[in-house]
């Protein structure tokens, strides 16, 4: 007859209840002893393990034959290698030179459109001219005023010198002398307004002259002939002209704030432009924010792009920032990294006689990435690891490294 002991008993019980548990709804109140339950049965297996291990090297004293029967397994050699850790990330490209065209003064009536969408246009070139004709006749009135204030003040001077040289000769009144003088200096006054004015009502008209006010291609062209263009209008998306000069793009992309002491101006980050065609590329980042985004508790970081026809702005991109590298480490695939109430283990093929055994070799972790984890401690450099066959296996079992 079989016979099971108490801490068999208790396993199989702890399970049944476990899943018995499970089915229900459990409250927030059966938190704590869900998880006391689950280190429990933990215990209880370890248990087991350990039993079974024990019960089946005496097994193979007392039947050599069984200890015939190997453990198929599949093993790889731990070699030294470059492992690098990354933060994956989405980001987009954006231009560094981009700029949305808007009128200097209060805008008007469009009278010429002098340049199409795709255009490449220089700094300071004209883009639209606006209607002119009241700010012209303004311009037109205040240069009259100007030139008959010239004309009246240089009368007043002549008159004014002419009064002076009597004076100095003891002819006529000092009276006439000390008026001329007070004309001359009013008419001055009023000039120098004038002159103002002129300046201002030329600056009017050169305000219907709407300018580029950076170097690059005309990437949006919503304007026509007859339709009113402001300030107001030229902020409104879809409503305005958008120049956009890309021989200085970049890659924006959020960072999440627990990466904050990881992320440094200067950082290495891998960027792949999404279907642009061309290979990822490793840049640095520029620009790493200085402030935590309230709402979305990330902070945004900037790396440089090369010049490339195929970049444009807005392109999503993959972003993918080296925060840990090591170029001389040991890694093993993550899924052969198993854990028990001691820690991390993984199971070594190791030569014993003319035959290979399995054997429990305990490990301490490091970073984890694309399936791969560090070992820190615990492994060297043509240790054979277990990488497929490694949960049937046991200390001292035997083992044989097929494909």
Same mark, same amino acid.
């Given at each position: ?15 049944? !209840? ?25 215990k209880?297996?370890?248990t ?5 291990r ?19 397994v599949?093993?790889d050699?731990i ?11 989405q %980001? ?15 805008? %008007? ?14 700094? &300071? ?30 009368q ?39 002159q ?25 062209l919503?304007?026509?002939? %007859? ?12 409503? &305005? ?7 200085k !793009? ?26 642009? %065609? ?9 620009v ?54 001691? &820690?991390?283990?993984?199971? !070594? ?55």
């Amino acid at each position: 007859m079989k016979k099971y002991n108490s801490s068999s008993l208790f396993f199989l019980f702890s399970v049944v !209840l476990l899943m018995s548990c499970g089915s229900g709804n459990e409250s927030a109140s059966d938190a704590k002893q869900l998880r006391a339950q689950i280190e429990q049965v933990k215990k209880e297996k370890a248990t087991l393990d350990a039993t079974l291990r024990d019960l089946e090297a005496r097994l193979a004293k007392v039947d050599p034959a069984s200890a015939q029967a190997a453990l198929l397994v599949s093993v790889d050699t731990i070699r030294p290698t470059a492992f690098t850790h990354y933060i994956d990330l989405q %980001g987009h490209v954006d231009a560094e030179g981009m700029a949305y065209v808007a009128p200097s003064g209060m805008g %008007g009536v469009v009278k010429s459109v002098l340049v199409k969408n795709g255009q490449r246009v220089s700094k &300071g070139q004209t883009l639209l001219l606006l209607d002119d004709a009241m700010a012209r006749q303004s311009l037109t009135a205040a240069q009259q005023q100007l030139n008959i204030l010239s004309a009246r003040l240089s009368q007043a001077t002549t008159i004014y010198e002419r009064y002076q040289n009597l004076w100095k000769q003891n002819i006529g009144a000092e009276i006439s002398v000390i008026n001329a003088k007070a004309d001359v200096d009013a008419l001055s006054a009023q000039l120098k307004a004038a002159q103002a004015q002129v300046a201002m009502a030329q600056e009017q008209v050169n305000m219907t002259r709407v300018k580029a006010e950076i170097s690059g291609v005309i990437d949006e062209l919503n304007v026509k002939v %007859g339709e009113m263009f402001t300030p107001q209008a030229a902020a409104t998306p879809g409503m &305005g002209i958008r120049i956009v000069n890309s021989s200085k !793009l970049k890659v924006v992309t959020a960072v999440p704030e627990n990466y904050v002491t990881l992320v440094k101006q200067g950082s290495r980050a891998e960027i792949q432009i999404t279907e642009s %065609g061309v290979p990822a590329f490793v840049s640095t980042l520029s620009v790493v924010g200085a402030a935590i985004n309230a709402n979305t508790r990330s902070f945004n970081a900037e790396a440089a792009l090369p010049a490339n026809p195929l970049y444009k702005p807005n392109q999503s991109a993959k972003v993918r920032i080296i925060d840990y590298q090591n170029n001389n480490a040991l890694t093993v695939p993550l899924n052969t990294v198993q854990q028990d109430e001691s &820690g991390s283990y993984v199971y !070594l093929a190791v030569a014993k006689g003319q035959q290979l055994v399995a054997q429990k070799q305990s490990v301490v972790t490091g970073a984890t990435y694309g399936g791969l984890i560090e070992i820190k401690t615990g492994l060297s450099s043509g240790d054979l690891i277990i990488t497929r066959g490694f949960q049937d296996a046991y200390t001292g079992q035997p083992v044989k490294a097929v494909q």
